[in-house]
């Protein structure tokens, strides 16, 4: 009986012993298992991170594609406008030319078919500006006496 107490002992250690490394080895399988968890949970997380960057880079070009085309369209206007402009300058600076050319031509008509006229009106104009001149040197330096 005392050997049976010993073997049933024997067993009960045994078994004990098989419990206490069994339970080891489930609070390792536990950690392991928290440890997978958390890197799985690091991974989504990673994941998540990288879909959201993805996500913002394709928003910015499609930001980027649409200011692109305003850009362009504001620059078609403005390219548009000053063509008009030039056109308009262009046509008037014309205008102005043909009518200077028409009035240097009916001056030049007149002064051809009245020779003493265009002269007389010539020297009266220079000695107009010679006396002017004159009256203003003089008011002039008569200031700067005082």
Known sequence: MERSMEHSRGTID??????SQSRSGLHAVAACVDRGTKIMADANLAQDTRANIEAQII???NEMGRLSKSLQARASDV???AEDA????????AGAAKT???QAHVVSEAIGDNPG???AVLSSAGVMGLLVGFAAGYILASGSRR
Not at 14 to 19: I, N, T, V
């Open 59 to 61: 928003e910015l070009r």
């Open 100 to 102: 200077v050319r028409r």
């Open 79 to 81: 390219a548009e406008d």
């Open 117 to 119: 006229t265009a002269a």
């Open 14 to 19: 045994a078994a004990q012993r098989f419990l």
């Open 86 to 93: 030039f056109e308009t300058v262009k046509s008037r600076a």
